[in-house]
């Protein structure tokens, strides 16, 4: 396994030197540690749409592992990116250190931590983690071909998968499910504050103001440590047990309507946003690079336009709310400033991005569309103390930095400005809240200006710095308790128990078995052995627009059939091969077991737990 290991950092290490050499060769005015920043993510989204298409035409994840390496390589000798001589900056790396720091310590702690035997999670992740350890298993030991949501078999996989199929690259090739989502994450998200660092230098002219603009984005929060105060306040706990032991995730409660959920734990919690938006920051540094410091010439220029088309043209399987940002800013800006040869990134990225939209669109996503005006404010009274609550003292920061700054930085805005009236005015999905990938994404230009803001802050003589002190720690406040409350109280997301019976599915069963299984988010067959399920947790589907009723009266058919026969007629008709028994389905709210039927039927695995708990998986013949 130690081998294998070794085998995939050797892969991944493949894919950041080749997304380096494509970073170098179209840098144009970026500077080289730009460039390198944009690194994991050039590389991790071409080896990915290289390796799905070799797995599509083949249907192989090992042929397409050995054919994207060998790629990878034939790139890297075309290019030769040995041939221009590093020029990392001084100054810039405390900086870079600092991030890099920040963003393995938030990994590593808070998503798939393995101690005792066990997998642990930040309690804000433990849905989302274990859908996507489902995509990634999927690939990685089971056989999901063509590709199909692990929790619902014979349903394609018209979902934004593509960073998940990444990891199950390195998952088969022996990383381990910890660290084929942790290493990626660790460079992403390392990319990802370090390119809006850059940009905030940029944009002040000051190293702080590229560190105030990465810290307002990633410690984003509202008026919430209000709440989180008076919270504390009534429950007569110490500070330290209250900080320990509560949910500090302030920025995500509903019944309060605390929806503009922190960014960090948005890019943490969902992996598609993470590589959508560092690609996505990429561009605005780009764009910022052509419109407002205007370093190019007219070739120069064309050929950034056509390398940011096909970066955003590839981005709908992996992020589809960062392509429509970034269609909807780049359009804007063609406007705004007459770019003329608009063509040379319009063609391919919405050339490569029909085939994507279209595909998606097959999961009936266009009716999910609709007028909902202030988004989750209620009603258009509520939306001003919405916004304000929501975003506290960055809202103000926003306009006061908008005033600040000259017109011609002011202008460069308005683009992005257009993604959070658009996001106000329609609601994409069927659920509301995913709106907020799109305000999150404005959040990421928007901080330039709070930065500038801060600053000007900073500069007035005599109460400046500590009134600098002040602003500045009560806008991130909200944000940081997020940050505690990942790294400081670990979740179990996968016992002793799921894994050991993940280990037997694995194998012991086909590697495109269909399992009947109760709704459980973190189900072990679906999540860890990489089993597709009839129906898992179906809820998830609701969020993509499917209608799972009629499964959820199937299986419930199934578990509590009056007979044998009956049973095993609708397991046959839905070619579900095996049946999961365990506390999962016996303490489903959703699923009654007639039991009965299971004691003459012989299970071909059936273990008891140390801690009691009873398994027991049963063939279809």
């Known amino acids: 396994m130690f081998l294998f290991g070794l085998v995939a950092l050797a892969f991944f290490t493949l894919t950041i030197i080749a997304g380096y050499a494509i970073a170098i060769r179209f840098r144009g005015h970026l500077s080289w540690m730009e460039a390198a920043a944009a690194s994991p993510v050039i590389g991790i989204i071409l080896a990915t749409w290289v390796a799905l298409v070799i797995y599509l035409l083949t249907g192989s994840l090992d042929i397409s592992i050995l054919l994207t390496a060998l790629l990878m390589f034939i790139a890297i000798a075309f290019v030769k990116p040995w041939t221009e001589k590093p020029a990392p900056e001084n100054k810039h790396l405390p900086a870079l250190l600092l991030i890099l720091v920040t963003a393995s310590v938030l990994m590593y702690q808070g998503l798939l931590t393995f101690y005792n035997g066990e997998y642990h999670i930040a309690f804000p992740f433990f849905g989302d983690a274990a859908f996507h350890t489902s995509i990634i298993t999927s690939f990685s030991q089971g056989s999901n071909y063509l590709p199909q949501y692990p929790i619902m078999s014979d349903h394609l996989l018209r979902y934004t998968f593509l960073i998940d199929y990444y990891s199950a690259l390195l998952d088969r090739l022996g990383m381990g499910i910890q660290w084929s989502v942790v290493l990626p994450g660790i460079a992403l998200m390392t990319s990802l504050f370090y390119l809006l660092y850059s940009l905030g230098c940029r944009f002040t002219g000051r190293l702080a103001g590229g560190l105030i ?15 989180a105060f008076k919270d504390w306040s009534v429950s007569g706990q110490p500070i330290t047990t209250f900080l320990l032991t509560r949910n500090l995730n302030y920025t995500c409660i509903f019944d ?26 990429l561009i605005i540094l780009i764009s910022y690079t052509l419109y407002v410091d205007r370093d190019y010439d007219g070739k120069a220029a064309k050929k950034t336009l056509l390398a940011v088309g096909v970066l955003a043209g590839l981005l709908p399987l992996f992020h589809t709310y960062t392509y429509a940002c970034v269609m909807i800013s780049m359009v804007f800006l063609f406007i705004l400033y007459q770019e003329k040869r608009w063509h040379y990134f319009m063609i391919p990225a919405i050339g490569l991005a029909l085939p994507q939209a279209l595909y998606i669109a097959g999961q009936g996503a266009s009716s999910m569309i609709r007028v909902q005006l202030g988004w989750m404010a209620g009603s258009l009274t509520d939306i001003p103390g919405f916004w304000v609550m929501n975003m506290g003292l960055e809202l103000f920061l926003l306009i006061a930095g908008l005033l600040i700054v000259s017109t011609k930085k002011a202008r460069f805005y308005l683009p992005y400005l257009a993604i959070f009236i ?149 397991l046959r008709e839905n070619n579900i091969s095996y049946v999961h028994l365990g506390p999962q389905e016996l303490r489903s709210q959703t699923y009654d077991v007639n039991q009965s039927l299971f004691e003459n039927w012989e299970p071909v695995f059936d273990w008891t737990a140390p801690d009691g708990e009873r398994y027991r998986i049963y063939r279809v013949d």
């Open 213 to 227: 603009t990465a810290s307002l984005v990633a410690f984003s929060g509202g008026l919430q440590f209000i709440q």
């Open 256 to 281: 309060l309507h605390y929806v503009f959920t922190n960014f960090t734990d948005i890019i943490m919690a969902q992996r598609a946003a993470l590589t959508g938006f560092v690609a996505g920051a």
């Open 422 to 570: 658009v996001a106000n005015i329609i609601v994409f999905q069927t659920w509301d809240y995913d709106n907020h990938k799109m305000f999150s994404f404005w959040l990421m230009p928007s901080s330039l200006f709070m930065a500038a803001a801060l600053l000007y802050v900073y500069d007035i003589r005599s109460i400046g710095k500590p009134l600098f002190a002040i602003i500045f720690t009560l806008t991130i406040l909200t944000g940081a308790l997020v940050a505690f409350f990942t790294i400081s109280q670990p979740y179990v997301e996968f016992s002793k128990n799921d894994i050991y019976v993940a280990d037997w599915v694995k194998e012991n069963t086909p590697g495109n078995a269909v399992f009947l299984t109760g709704d459980a988010p973190t189900h072990p067959v679906i999540a860890l052995a990489g089993r597709l399920s009839y129906l898992g947790y179906y809820p998830w589907m609701y969020t993509h627009g499917v209608n799972t009723d009629d499964r959820v009266q199937t299986v419930r058919s199934i578990y509590n059939a009056e007979n044998m026969h009956t049973m095993i007629q609708l």
